[in-house]
Every structure is written in structure tokens, then in C-alpha cells.
């Protein structure tokens, strides 16, 4: 592996710091989309079809348009016809970056899913507009819905089955393999249900828009809403200072931004447009459900000879969304034989989008219960069997990891949770204090691909000793504004509440969407090189001003820390404030600017294969006489290169635990056969983990740097933490129970027979 020794300890990197954001998140400063008011601002509430596929026969829009402070009524009759439009299609190619839908909204007559929407209704207030989009009437040619769960759907040329990983003859090896597992596992739909719903403020003005949003990326919700609206780039801003949570629901604009744009554009007024809870199952994306089989096989000594993952997804009919399930299975574990093949099947069902952990999470769900059930088959310790198939290499690529301590996760989750005291005997284990509880003890492997996108940042060092650091990427509830912070401390010694961070704004330098565990990786390299650019700016500032007694020094004699420019061999402590010497030179700021690449523009690291790791340990407790099952007790063990914050980063873990307590017993949309709607499309029927279901959580970071990621050799951890809770719980629930729960959520209809 990499050299590390590169990477010194800092008093501010890897420290527990408090969000600098905090104190305007709970004093309620901090404004949210759905907070801005504008003078003359109006309302607009979508009209939803209660149809899943047809056609519009007729929309009657007469009586709403004569209601008290109705001032609009936009359908795809007429949204051509004034201002409002027309919308148009993305570009293929993804230049102008990615959108949610590829059918713009109210473009035709189409339904393809419940609650698509065909009308949009503006009134003065938002009752006003409620009201008028209850009394719109329309009229439907219905066509034939399709919401089965079994995703058998045979392959087509349209849809047909994708080889994503081939190596060795993974079927001529199973087939003569000693001990084996095929299984099919299921994971359901699933609705991100963040506290903070999705919506829109538009502003049109002088022929250019200003967007309040809820995106996690404010730069491609730009060009993708410029597109969209048909006006230049640098005609539209998007603006998202705070947001309530998105875990993958708000990285992509959905139609109700193009659809508030529009009426500002036609009213010349300010718009705002709120989704509401039931409008989050249906209009905003949902993770899809997976049907994976997984055919694995090994030696009688523990060795995995073969693996073959095969999975299908549902999408849309209108677009082509697939649920990378198979990513990290040829990475994780040694074997000569390997196949990873997938396809998807259409449904009625809206657009399915990123989810926390998209992909790989459902993936490693079907991957790590068929581990557990092959190692139970070789009657062999779960946490042994997963020791005995690491490797250093990934055998996909064939290229050694940057960095990788998967083995030092399950050894020290192990320590941690006791691991050594599991009785594996079904139903052995019992409560301390309470012997009517089972407890059952289980394990799971956990990756997440490391990525590195394209940045640039802006740093000031301002003449009254304070610095401001910009970039248009943005702060979802993960602690970037901190983050941003610690980096210019860091590196010039100013006081991390003495930094402006300003995000949020597509009109800033480019930044990267906050997605897949990108955005710290992506713009640590960018804010490090922006500052010092900044240094070298107050540096040559400080040998060039008149008073300065710096004046006429070498540059290079010189050296900023602890916010001062001092002489390299000399302590800090006998150095000029910087901002004394940009007054001397009577300039206000030393300004830098710092770009970073994407991670494969780096050549060094072409050569590496670059992942996170971990490894979760899961305690239920079972109570078979008053059929209760709880997840108690976790361990998390992450292997996520360098902490820069460890309260941020164990605040993400901590999320990601909880969130997988809700994958793995409770959390699934149902969507009614007859209809197409979400059944269960609320907060009362939509069951999601609250503090009661929140089990002790212990958290540990290995905490080594990946010298390839970039100067700070930090990788993503928003995914990582969820990734190998679910097996984890149900390998659990085995142990307590004997029951083997192979469709997610675990479900107390399935225990019964325990």
C-alpha cells in the first residue's frame, strides 16, 4: 500500500468540533428553502392523478379559475401558450447535468405513474390554492397497471441482461463445489422521508431566475433548471444555504422546480411551491425494490470458490434508473470465479432515485446473508469465514487497494462487541437479568466505493483577521460548513470561529453535489490549495509593503502559521499578524484560488483501487412471548481513511445505524395492485425508526489516511455507516430465532414459528 507517513497529527483535523452552524440551526436563523418570503409572493399547489397509467381524456379547469385569489391555472393545454413555457427536454449526453425525470412536466397527455402531476394551480394564498386544486376535475382513459413485487419479468432487447463483472467459470465452478448457497433476497421499495420536504421559491427578474431550494446540488440544479427553462446558465441561481436532510431524494430537480419556475416566469411575481408528505412517496424518487440471487460456493476449508450476484430492480416507464447492486461485490471478497449480471423490469411506479447508500447497500444486504448462510453451511465462526476470504487486491481490476483494513474491522468490532462469548447454538444466548429474552448475535461486511470529484474554491485572508471561504457546492446536515473551516485553520492557524463559510450558491466557484460520499474528498484538496494560494498572496504582500519588516525579504525565507508570516527559522510567536501587513500595503484581502480533479485525472492514482470498509455487529434481543423483537445493541467499525471532524463523522454514522435499523425491521412502500398508489404513503403507515428503536450504538473510526485520496487522505462516511446493517440484523435475528429472513423488513409474521 501507499505510503502514510506523510499525514501529521493536526490539533484541529480529526478533532470533535460543534457544527459552526449550529447556533443558527437551533435558534432558527437558519433559513430553509421553504422559509424565504418575497414581496407579492404567491402559492402553487400541484394537482396530482389519481390514475397510475392512461391518459388525460379532458381536465376541467373552469370553476377553479373563478375562485377567490386563483390568479393561475397551468396545464399541458396551455402551459405553451403564455410565459410559463414551453419546457423542454435534456440534452442526451449529461453535459447539462442530470436530471430526475427525463419527461419534463406537463409536456402531454401521458400519465405513467399515481400522482404524477397534471395541473398546477397559483393563488394568493395557499389555502387559496389548495382549494383550487380540489376543484379542478379530470377525466382519465385508463391502461393496464403493473406493481407486482416478483421482478421475473423475462429480458428484452430493450431491457436486456447486463454482464457488469466476469472472471474465471463462476457456473463450471459452483457446479462442482462441495458446499454451497443459492438464495434469492429481497429488498422493497423504500421513500426517503427526510424532516424537511422538498420545495421551491422562484423569483423571476429582469429575465433571470433565482431558485430557493432544496437540492444537495446547487450547481447541477442549475444547468439542469437552465436547460429545462431554455435560458442560459448565467441567467438562473440556485440557492440552498441549509437543508433538512436529503440522503439521496434531493440530489437530482424534480418537476416541481420547473413547474414554480414557470409561473414566476409567467406572473412575474415570486412562487413558492411546497411537496407535501403525501406527494413524497409518489413525486420525489424512492429507493426500488431488488430481487437478487446469489449463488455461492466454497471449499470444505472456508475458501469461496465462486460467486454469482444476479439482480433486477424496477424503474419507470420513462426512464432507466438502475440500483447498482452489484458494486461491491467484486471488490469485497477473494475468489477466482466471479459474475455480477443484472437487468430491470418496468412498473407503473414513478421514478426511482438515489437512496443513502444506493446500490451497494441493497446489494451488500443479498451478499453478506449469503456469507452468513455459507458459513453457518461450513460450520465455521461468521467473523473467521470473512477473515479467510480479504484480500489486498481488487481481483476486478486486478489493482491493489489504496487502503484497506477490513480484517482490522471485524477484528476490532469483534474485541469490541465480545464476539468471542457467542454461543453459536440457535436460541442459547440469554438477556443478563431477563432469561425470557434470546439474544442473537450477528455480523456483516460493509464497502463503499471512494471517489474524488472536480472543485474549485475561493479563500480570502481579510485585513481584520478573519478569513472567508467559498465554493458552490453545499452543507446538507453533515457538518461541510465545519469542514471548510477546519481546513483554513488548519492550515493558516486562524481560529476555526474566525472563518466565513459561504455554500450554497450555484453563483460561487463550481462545486461538487453532495452525493455517494463525494463532496469532503472532493473539496479538501481544493480548500488546501486555495489557501495556500492565500498564504503565498499576504507572503509575497508581506515583502512588499513599504513599513513591512519583511520588505524586500525573499519569499521564500518566509512562512505563515499561527495566522502570522514570521522567518522560517524563527517561531511563529516572532512573526507580524498577516492582517497587520495587509494594512501596511493598504490591501484589503490576500485572496487565492484552488482547484482539485477528479480522482482518475491523478496518475498516481490510477494505479489503486480506492474503497471504505467496515464491519457491523448487531445484538437483538427476542422475547417469543410477547412476540418482540428490537435491535439493542451495535457496534460499527469504519475504515474511512482520515477523520477530519470525529462529532460530524460519528453524528453520520450514528444516522446511518439508526437508518438501518429502519431497512431492516420496518421501513417498505406499498403500492396497491389495483391502483398504483402508495398505500402506506404517511408518517402514520410509513413505519420509520424513532428514539425508542434507536439501539446502543458504539462507533469506531481506524482512522488511517489514504494517501491517494489527496492531501488529507479522507474518503466518504455517509454511506459506509449504513452499508452491512441490515445482514448484520438479520444474521441476528438466525441466531436468536432460526429463522432465516431473506425479504427485508424483518417482519413478526415471519418469527411466529420461532
Known sequence: MPDTSTFTPSAVIGAALPRIDGPLKTTGFAQYAADYHFPRMVHAVPVTSTIASGTIRSIDTAKAEKMPGVILVLHHNNINDGKAGPLFRMAPGGHGGRTSEARPPLIDDKISYWGQYVALVVAETYEQALAGADAIKVAYVPDAINVSTKLDDPQTDALPLHTESKRGDVEGAFTTAPVKVDETYVTPAETHNPMEMHATVAVWEDGKFTLYETSQGVVNHQHVMAETLGVPRENLQVITRFLGSGFGGKLFPWPHSALCAAAARELKRPVKVSVDRGMMFTNVGHRPRTQQRMKLAATPDGKLVSLHHDYRNHTSLGDDIKENCGEATPVLYSTPNLLVTSALVRRTIGTPTPMRGPGAVPGLFALES???????????????????????????????????????????????????????????????????????????????????????????????????????????????????????????????????????????????????????????????????????????????????????????????????????????????????????????????????????????????????????????????????????????????????????????????????????????????????????????????????????????????????????????????????????????????????IRKLPVQIEDLLTA
Not at 436460541?427 to 425470557?436: A, E, F, L
Open 370 to 740: 449469503a456469507v452468513d448462510e455459507l458459513a453457518l453451511k461450513l460450520k465455521m465462526d461468521p467473523v473467521e469465514f470473512r477473515i479467510k476470504n480479504d484480500t489486498t487486491t481488487d481481483e476486478s481490476s486486478g489493482k491493489p487497494f489504496s487502503s484497506r483494513h477490513y480484517k482490522e474491522c471485524l477484528q476490532t468490532g469483534a474485541e469490541k462487541f465480545g464476539w468471542a462469548k457467542r454461543d453459536p447454538k440457535i436460541g442459547s444466548m440469554r438477556k443478563p437479568g431477563d432469561p425470557d429474552v434470546i439474544l442473537g448475535w450477528g455480523v456483516a461486511g460493509a464497502s463503499w466505493g471512494a471517489f474524488r470529484g472536480a472543485c474549485q474554491v475561493s479563500v480570502s485572508l481579510l485585513n481584520d483577521g478573519t478569513a472567508r471561504v467559498s465554493c458552490g457546492t453545499q452543507d446538507i446536515g453533515t457538518g461541510s460548513y465545519t469542514v471548510f473551516a477546519q481546513i483554513v485553520s488548519d492550515r493558516t492557524g486562524i481560529a476555526v470561529d474566525r472563518v466565513r463559510v459561504v455554500l450554497g450558491d450555484s453563483s460561487l466557484t463550481p462545486g461538487p453535489t453532495s452525493g455517494g460520499s463525494t463532496a469532503t474528498a472532493t473539496v479538501l484538496p481544493a480548500i488546501a490549495d486555495a489557501t495556500d494560494a492565500a498564504i503565498k498572496t499576504a507572503i509575497a504582500t508581506a515583502t512588499t509593503a513599504p513599513d513591512s519588516p519583511f520588505h524586500g525579504k525573499p519569499a521564500d525565507s518566509l512562512d505563515f502559521s499561527e495566522g502570522k508570516v514570521h522567518i522560517k527559522t524563527q517561531p511563529a510567536a516572532s512573526g507580524v499578524p498577516y492582517e497587520k501587513l495587509l494594512k501596511m500595503a493598504r490591501i484589503q484581502a490576500a485572496n487565492g484560488e484552488g482547484n482539485s480533479g477528479p480522482i482518475g485525472s491523478d496518475p498516481k492514482a490510477k494505479n489503486f483501487s480506492t474503497h471504505s470498509f467496515g464491519a457491523q455487529f448487531v445484538e437483538v434481543e427476542w422475547d417469543p412471548g410477547i412476540v418482540r423483537l428490537r435491535v439493542s445493541r451495535v457496534v460499527s467499525v469504519i475504515d474511512g481513511g482520515r477523520i477530519i471532524n470525529k462529532k460530524t463523522a460519528e453524528n453520520q454514522i450514528l444516522g446511518a445505524v439508526v437508518m438501518g435499523v429502519g431497512m431492516g425491521l420496518l421501513e417498505q412502500t406499498i403500492y396497491s395492485p389495483k391502483t398504483g398508489q402508495p398505500i402506506n404513503g404517511n408518517f402514520a403507515d410509513y413505519l420509520v425508526p424513532t428514539h425508542a428503536d434507536s439501539p446502543k450504538i458504539d462507533v469506531t473510526f481506524l482512522d488511517h489516511p489514504d494517501p491517494v485520496m489527496g492531501q488529507y487522505g479522507a474518503r466518504g462516511i455517509g454511506e459506509i455507516g449504513l452499508a452491512g446493517i441490515a445482514p448484520a440484523i438479520t444474521a441476528a435475528v438466525y441466531h436468536a430465532t432460526g429463522i432465516r
